[in-house]
């Protein structure tokens, strides 16, 4: 069903490989999901992608759970089936609770809800929300 | 600019007034923001809407702050200006320092990098996944 | 496939039971279909969307035909695979003929293809469309 | 603002002229809203959509009301400003009432919603659906 | 699974037959595909969009495989399944190496990621990006 | 208008001042454009998204103005007014003519209404663009 070929360990170059340990070390399991196999058909891509996720998705001042849950609502935007099974299963991998999955939803909902609703009236933005974010 | 009237007090119905009394109320402010202003065309719409919204972003499992950024992500993968100003200034007003806008903004590109190359390559979606989804 | 259970019957809460009831009496049919099911995880999120749902989708000015195909056409729009084929089954069942769906594939087609060329171009609104819309 | 130059009839080339007059014709009008203006930098693809466009929104069983919603929802849905504006003012020089600009709301906005909802849960297509469509 | 029925050359009526001899003879081919047999449910629908992807897609300034990455990068930002089967493998028929698939990848990804970035921080546009494109 | 400052010169830290004074480098052009100011609230995300750009937009197998008008088709797609209005004037910079912008209009155009077609009708993807694809 992909568009291009899944590249196993024994049909990748040194490159690949190299970016697969990488992945493997960090994650400490030994299991490569298909999206690395597929951006493997570009080794400089998924190098350049592999290394950047890692620093975004690492340690930092939000919380693990909160940047998967990110990672969701953006990919549910987007309607990214894969996305969407890898980093729910991923939040529930961190903690995520039912409750907070159906919070989750419900703010994703509400949000696109009102999204909608907002682009629809073209509705003007408040001075004072200007103002606040200009004095950052 | 907008395409619908935004109501005044002076010019809003009992239903109107009511649901603005209740948004100062909660919000113990005296502002009324446009969004709400412009969903006044409908009083029942307004009123669905804001009774919705007060639940929602109201307390529960997700911290404030988390769903304020999560509206963001949404709001952002959407493209709506109006909302991306007034979640922004919500979040900021919660404490979202800068260095937590800068990993939110790291994470949301981070997403719709990814969701658009698994999109591209019809990525099948791993077992794993589906059996981790499933034994919720 | 499903990130979520779909909860059946035998499974089903008290608050999850009673809303599956509504639909059954709001809809004259035993039929509840896979939408419901999966909501139902949350059962405060299954409740809150169903009463919004009948109230928004039931009698009113337009006509119920006229709202699926609206409903239609943001799903279309959306890319909501499952939305697409509950709505336009709905629609068919309210009698959309084979003509009006021919058509309403036309406007949503030319829709899209001249929102993309407008949205290339930036095209700057005229005077007109604003007064026209300011004096609701 | 806009990235292309908007055509004034003395500018316009004899095929854009044509176009022009046709457009007038056809609307009993001599307005030419700025959208063709900044088509006729490409007089064939200007001519191209206009009389796509003008069998689309022409008569046929759906009424013109109804297209112009359509037509809203999707320009809405894809957030194209320029389209909302003048749809919008279409729609109601077409008679569309505040009611029905408050249902029309209230729909797309579910739609939205729900829209999100299930692609979140990745809810499977019930099998009576499919039935339903492939009788057609 | 397609919302519609696939019309076979046996089942076509005399306008749809015309539509499909006329892609047999342009591609010099004798293979119709799903798009078109979809479309067929309204035969005015299919000719005029045959007619025009015809020219659209036909000889011009643009390169051939240029315009099907373009089609490609339309596609997958839009996330439309089958578009990106079909124009992929278009895009190789007419010559796409690996490596330029790689690009692509690229581009687009980086692209997606600006986008949410831009639009999540709303920013102006430079004064000379408005000249450059006023003075085409 | 930008929900984060724009960084002057005067006020960039260090690790900024070294990615302008690259980004000028690169260019042959003092001007920085207002993305990368704003960008600089986060040095980190300014240094790895313009070391990424730079990149990607590199010299490669594909010609710099067919990446600049594939980065202008994703934009487009994604509504990205900034966006649309630098790599528009990037790709007039680089030499395309009106011509193949009109063509480029017509191409995304044409994408645009195929991709809301096929999203309608649910076409499953021919057998033969799966047997093209896999055997790269």
Same mark, same amino acid.
């Given at each position: ?47 350049? +992608? ?8 690492? %340690?930092? !001042?939000?919380?693990? $759970? @909160? ?46 809800? +009102? ?8 509705? %003007?933005? !408040?001075?004072?929300? $200007? @103002? ?5």
């Amino acid at each position: 069903m992909a568009t291009v070929p899944l590249i196993t360990d024994d049909a990748a170059s040194a490159e690949v490989l190299a970016v697969f340990d990488d992945i493997r070390a960090t994650r400490g399991s030994d299991f490569i999901n298909n999206f690395w196999r597929a951006l493997a058909v570009d080794s400089a891509l998924l190098k350049a +992608t592999w290394e950047r996720l890692k620093v975004v998705m690492g %340690p930092g !001042d939000l919380d693990p $759970l @909160v940047k998967e849950m990110l990672y969701m609502a953006v990919s549910i935007t987007n309607g990214c089936d894969y996305c969407i099974h890898s980093h729910t299963a991923a939040a529930r991998a961190k903690g995520m609770t039912d409750t907070q999955y159906g919070e989750l939803m419900a703010v994703i909902g509400m949000a696109a809800q +009102t999204n909608q609703l907002v682009t629809a009236m073209k509705v %003007p933005v !408040d001075e004072v929300f $200007l @103002v606040q974010s200009d004095k950052t």
